[in-house]
């Protein structure tokens, strides 16, 4: 099935959304679909340069733009500069 990985910048005060990249893909099920999802978000963090800002939450959405999985990352995955709360 045809995928998109959407990460996202969050503002907890107005619950504002910045679309901060897009990546399309070709997987098996939504399993497969998580487990890149993963892997991507993970490659983004360990390379900042790949992406200007890092995204604290993701969208996976199907072909005709389904919402198929959302995800916030944890605070306590984000460094301490950068965490939204103590």
């Not at 893909?25 to 978000?41: C, K, N, T």
């Not at 939450?57 to 984000?78: N, P, S, W």
Request: no cysteine; proline share 7%; aromatic share 4%.
């Amino acid at each position: 099935m045809r995928i998109v990985i959407e990460f996202y910048r969050t503002r907890a005060q107005d619950d504002a959304h910045a679309l901060l990249g897009r990546e399309s893909a070709e997987v098996a099920d939504l399993a497969a679909a998580i487990a890149l999802a993963g892997l991507r978000a993970q490659a983004l963090a360990d390379s900042p340069a790949l992406m200007p800002q890092r995204p604290d939450a993701l969208v996976i959405r199907d072909a005709d733009g389904t919402t198929l999985h959302e995800l916030a990352f944890d605070d306590a995955l984000l460094p301490p500069t950068e965490r939204r709360s103590p």
